[in-house]
């Protein structure tokens, strides 16, 4: 027997929606029962979630660079100090 074929439609979300309902979960709330209180299956949930993280994803790579080279920066600039200090002393003995 040949199962009938059911022509569902495909439900269309709008961004705000998917920021709510993340909300919704980010706020503590757990996916299963979201996706139960909002009409969404699980799966789909899952999905956005990992959309929205890779979203974020290149920002946080980004600010990491920022803070690598700002570490790098930090560095130098103590080495030099140390470099004058040493210097300073140097000088001031020999008068």
Excluded: C, H
């Amino acid at each position: 027997m040949e199962k009938p074929k059911v022509n569902r439609k495909r439900r269309k979300y709008d961004e705000n929606f998917k920021l709510e309902v993340l909300k919704m979960v980010d706020s503590g709330r757990t996916v299963p029962e979201v996706s139960a209180a909002m009409g969404i299956g699980e799966n789909l949930l899952y999905k956005w979630k990992a959309d929205d993280k890779s979203k974020k994803s290149p920002n946080l790579n980004q600010q990491n660079a920022e803070l690598e080279q700002l570490r790098k920066q930090l560095k130098q600039a103590e080495m030099e100090r140390d470099i004058l200090k040493k210097a300073l002393s140097i000088f001031s003995r020999q008068t």
